[in-house]
């Protein structure tokens, strides 16, 4: 028997988009490395690693390990800086038939204001920003923010006052109470919240007696976190009325479904992309049969765990 | 590069905790530029370990890519237990190749399980002087042969030379037209990057570090260039990417830290 395709296209802001299933920054490059793996054109969108005002060389390492099912990692934000990304990448990005959403990390509100300013000014293909107030592995990463209602409030107003363009504030796991932080970027005037950011996390070689990783800290990702990312998105849900887009863990079909019944609209996927860069397309594939063989839609699914009885 | 599932044709342990394996991968293969190139493989379907465990090339023959790896932890036990007839996951080939053996007399290092690489280099140019380092003589596979050139070493003398890679090359008679190409532990790539340095000699080395997934999208595997010179993949100055401007790189170009 032959399905039709399903209607995988959802809404944000005023944004449509073919499909919910996005990579998430920092795991994609700026976006185009990939084409030789990737039919780029088929995600939903790509979500493009955090780029500050200036260029940064990122952590001494080593800056990764493998955990059970999981990864940390403390890249420390490098990257070539929005002076270079609106030379280099920008032109890359006309034609390219995938929604670029741009990922911008700062570390005061001047800063995040500066570059999302230099986007404005130029005209380019990217339909929005990602506002990382989350980054666990830099001080200086806008997680002053992230922890922060008033100052996410101020800094979500701060630049929805000088953009039209998609604007989706990016959540920390990393607080006491995410449900607040997301309120906060609702009123600020965001279009939508994105979460979860990597969960602090540490590694220990017992044999050497030292950290695996040079600043200590680092992010834990991958599946090991998705009960955490999961967790997030349901709390957020029941609060906010903006779209969540749901990131955290996140390797094949059934784990997009837990997320889009948790509250997700749309979804992430990150450290998945390291092992598989396809992933996202066959992760679209299985969706498509998941959705004709139950025939639901996406918009109906959101949200709609039952509790367990 | 190329994501493909490769037939285990062979896999036999040569020396204590040692192995071989012979991977038929036609699509792999047939982007392979040469000695110094590796693959990044997934020992398994599950999630346990999320992170792809990169191997160097040991020699291409045809469709077939051999491997030399030693068991370390999981995904090498892991390995260890597959049998002809299994399937593995690999991508590649990745990183670049050691250069400039073809007009220069060379000298060919490889400690621990740094060697794969250098014995695919010995098979391009098999005058040249090999020496290899291990701890006890349970770890090597090879002939201790210096009438051909060819020197083995032990930590504790159970074997050839007692001593490590440095012990030969120290005593050995050359010229500064020399090249030397090395894979080991970071101590061992330390040290001849300190004995080029010494002896005004060239040296390619083909280092390691922890990678998350051999594209260059992570940005994890970095090590510090000493130069600071840029390179074509990546866009920052103080750091190169191993996946992609490595894994082999002039001995004054990186810092060990
Ligand atoms: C370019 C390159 C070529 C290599 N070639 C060979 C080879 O030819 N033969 C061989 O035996 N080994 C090689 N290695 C090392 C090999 O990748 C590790 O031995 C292997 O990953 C160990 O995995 P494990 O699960 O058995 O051990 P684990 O318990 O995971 O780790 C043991 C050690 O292996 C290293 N390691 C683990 N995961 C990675 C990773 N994703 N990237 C880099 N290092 C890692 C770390 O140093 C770690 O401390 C190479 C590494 C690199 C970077
Ligand atoms: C190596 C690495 C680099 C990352 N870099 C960024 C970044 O620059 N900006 C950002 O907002 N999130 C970054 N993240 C976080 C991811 O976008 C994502 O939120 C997190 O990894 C959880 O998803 P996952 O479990 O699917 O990986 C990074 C994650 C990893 C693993």
């Known amino acids: ?309 | 590069m190329i994501i493909e599932n490769a037939m285990i044709v062979s896999n036999v342990e040569i020396a204590i905790g040692i192995w071989q394996m012979t991977l038929l991968a036609p699509e792999v293969s047939s982007h392979y530029k040469g000695p110094g190139q590796f693959i990044n493989i997934l020992s398994a379907d599950s999630w346990e370990h999320p992170v792809r465990r990169p191997m160097s090339i040991a020699n291409v023959n045809g469709e077939n890519i051999n491997i030399i790896y030693k068991i370390f932890g999981n995904v090498t036990q892991q390995l260890s237990q597959k049998v002809p007839g299994d399937s593995l996951n690999i991508l590649g080939p990745l990183g670049n190749v050691f250069t400039g053996w073809k007009t220069k007399r060379t000298v060919l290092l490889g400690g621990g399980v740094g060697l794969a690489p250098i014995l695919n280099l010995y098979e391009s140019c098999p005058n040249s002087t090999l020496i290899i380092g291990a701890r006890t003589a349970d770890e090597h596979f090879m002939e201790h042969e210096p009438g051909k050139n060819i020197f083995l070493t032990t930590d504790d003398g159970s074997l050839g030379v007692a001593g490590n890679v440095l012990t030969v090359l120290e005593n050995l008679d050359f010229n500064d037209q020399i090249i030397i190409y090395a894979c080991g532990p970071k101590p061992m790539l330390k040290a001849i990057q300190h004995f080029a340095a010494k002896n005004s000699v060239k040296a390619q080395l083909s280092v390691e570090s922890y990678m998350g997934c051999g594209l260059g999208l992570c940005q994890g595997c970095v090590i510090e260039r000493q130069n600071e010179q840029m390179k074509k993949h990546s866009y920052h100055e103080k750091y190169t990417l191993v996946c992609m401007d490595g894994p082999v790189y002039w001995s004054n170009e990186v810092c060990f830290g």
């Open chain 1, 1 to 309: 028997m032959r399905f039709a395709l399903a209607d995988l296209s959802i809404q944000i802001g005023h944004i449509r988009f073919n499909n919910p299933v996005f990579v998430a920054s920092g795991t994609f490059g700026y976006g185009t490395e990939n084409k030789e793996l990737v039919d780029v054109s088929k995600l939903g969108a790509i979500v493009t690693k955090s780029i500050t005002l200036n260029p940064r060389e990122g952590n001494p390492p080593p800056r990764l390990v493998e955990t059970p099912s999981g990864m940390i990692n403390s890249i420390g934000l490098a990257n070539i800086g929005v002076d270079k990304y609106i030379s280099d990448m920008l032109p890359v990005y006309e034609g390219i038939g995938t929604p670029i959403i741009m990922n911008i990390a700062g570390s005061s509100m001047d800063e995040y204001i500066s570059v999302l300013e230099k986007i404005e000014s130029v005209s380019s293909a990217i339909v929005g920003y990602e506002i990382n107030i989350s980054c666990p592995n830099v001080k200086e990463g806008g997680m002053q923010f992230g922890i922060d209602c008033s100052m996410t409030e101020s800094l979500t107003s701060a630049l929805r006052k000088r953009t039209e363009k998609l604007l989706i504030m990016k959540l920390s796991p990393n607080v006491t109470d995410i449900s607040s932080i997301a309120t906060s970027a609702e009123n600020g005037g965001a279009d939508a919240v994105s979460a979860i950011n990597t969960v602090v996390g540490m590694s220990i070689d017992h044999k050497t007696a030292k950290s695996n990783i040079y600043t200590t800290f680092g992010g834990l990702s991958g599946p090991a976190i998705k009960p955490i990312g999961l967790a997030c998105v349901h709390k957020v849900f029941h609060s906010i009325t903006i779209p969540i887009i749901g990131i955290g863990g996140i390797v094949n079909t059934g784990d997009v479904v837990e997320y889009i019944l948790a509250g997700a609209k749309a979804v992430q996927v990150g450290t998945a992309n390291f092992r598989d860069p396809g992933i996202c397309v066959k992760i679209l594939n299985n969706l498509d049969l998941y959705i004709n063989k139950h025939n639901i839609t996406l918009n109906n699914l959101i949200g709609s765990v039952k509790q367990y009885d």
